[in-house]
């Protein structure tokens, strides 16, 4: 209990000045920028303190020097990096490696941080593995290529990857950040009309929900005339079925990377993110996306749970740091209850847009506001496009 006091007595002296100056007014842009970041000490830092994304595949990364950038990392606050692998070519694992290496000899923690089922490099060489949404495409959706999890030599595929770069880079932890389904809104936008993005509906899925089923989920989910259509009342059960299979392939596909990022380092941590709906349409993640936050925390059981900040939360010019409380109301107890050791992040994007680039003040607040909920710690996207740099 001695260590629990010591400390929460750390968490407050770094939170009280920010609390008693007023949010982000509270400290200059240079101050915000060297200050430290509020965190719950409670777990000792790296993978459970202040977090921020590193992807390596930018061109900021390529003109300035590493060591340099890690250094800078450190002294803003940040006890872990998740060094972002998507499949991109240039992101080989002796990248990694290295970036990796530099983090640690700045006492940064290296997080290995993946976006399945998005693997570009997979997806250029197998189209055969490639998801088919409603509208035609071959999985592309804004900058994600999306592969198909119930397609076997994918998985395999996918988790040798994974397994091989977490041996090679010995992260520390990974994360599986958005590993679902698109579409968010769900299969139409009106009736009739198909949610062009919505997916999959490749051979696999449609064979596959056929089998336990008897339907056929591309009728079901376009054709009005169909008589398994989504929207008739006697077919909700059946759409039922369709949204647990969605969520079921999910649990399963997240339990194989997971495997192999053990089997690549067995002591790593596992941290998942959870797309924090609170605030547009409360759990509607779990029919839109296939992810059940409750299956995720019981079954998976991850060390880190991160509570992604919606695109209709970041893309809010005016976001106050303060909008973490409505996630917390929604989702911190109920994590707590379904598993008490678990340590619950959040997040927020702070640059993806210009109407997400935060100031460091912005940013500082935001962490003193995730303490204050009762969360471990804070985590951002990404370093290279937002203020601190």
């Known amino acids: 209990m001695a260590r629990r006091t010591c400390a929460n007595a750390f968490v407050a002296f770094i939170c009280i000045p920010l609390f008693l100056c007023g949010a982000e007014s509270a400290m200059s842009a240079d101050q915000a920028t060297s200050a430290p970041l509020a965190f719950d000490a409670s777990r000792g830092g790296g993978v459970f303190g202040p977090t921020i994304a590193v992807d390596p595949g930018f061109d900021y ?22 060094l972002i692998w998507t499949g991109v070519t240039a992101t080989t694992s002796t990248v990694l490696r290295k970036y990796a290496d530099a983090m640690r000899a700045a006492d940064v923690t290296p997080v290995l941080r993946i976006y399945p089922p998005t693997d570009l490099q997979l997806y250029q060489d197998h189209p055969e593995w490639r998801q088919l949404m409603l509208g035609g495409a071959d999985g592309k959706f804004d900058w994600r290529t999306y592969l198909c999890p119930n397609k076997p030599e994918f998985v395999k595929a996918y988790c040798d990857r994974v397994e091989d770069i977490m041996r090679d880079g010995g992260f520390d932890a990974i994360q599986l ?6 579409q968010w809104g769900g299969p139409e936008e009106t009736p009739g009309k198909p949610r062009a993005a919505y997916a999959c509906v490749c051979d696999a899925c ?25 929207r008739k009342p006697e077919n909700a059960a059946l759409y039922s079925r369709w949204v647990d299979f969605r969520v079921q392939t999910i649990q399963e596909f997240a339990e194989a990377i997971i495997s192999a990022a053990r089997r690549g380092h067995a002591g790593a941590n596992i941290s998942i993110t959870y797309l924090a709906d609170a605030r547009v349409e409360a759990d ?3 029919e839109y996306q296939g992810i059940d936050l409750n299956r995720m925390v019981v079954e998976l059981k991850p060390d ?11 893309c809010q010019p005016e976001l106050k740091p303060d909008f973490v409380a409505d996630y917390a109301r929604a989702y911190r107890d109920r994590i707590k209850r379904l598993n008490p050791g678990i340590c619950i992040m959040s997040h927020a994007d702070i640059g993806s847009s210009p109407a997400s680039k935060r100031s460091p003040q912005w940013i ?11 969360f471990g710690a804070p985590s951002f996207y990404e370093w290279s496009i937002s203020t601190l740099k």
């Open 206 to 230: 449609v064979k596959k929900f056929r089998r336990i089923s008897g339907a056929d989920a591309r009728d079901m989910l376009t054709s009005v005339s169909s008589r398994w259509y989504w």
């Open 61 to 82: 990364y390529k003109e300035h020097p590493l060591p340099d950038i890690c250094r800078a990392i450190r002294q803003q606050g940040f006890t872990a990096a998740q």
């Open 284 to 286: 509607a993640s779990r």
């Open 177 to 182: 950040a958005e590993v679902w389904w698109e």
């Open 364 to 374: 500082h607040a935001f962490a003193v506001e995730t303490v204050k909920n009762g």
């Open 304 to 314: 880190i749970i991160t509570l992604e900040d919606s695109w209709q939360d970041w």
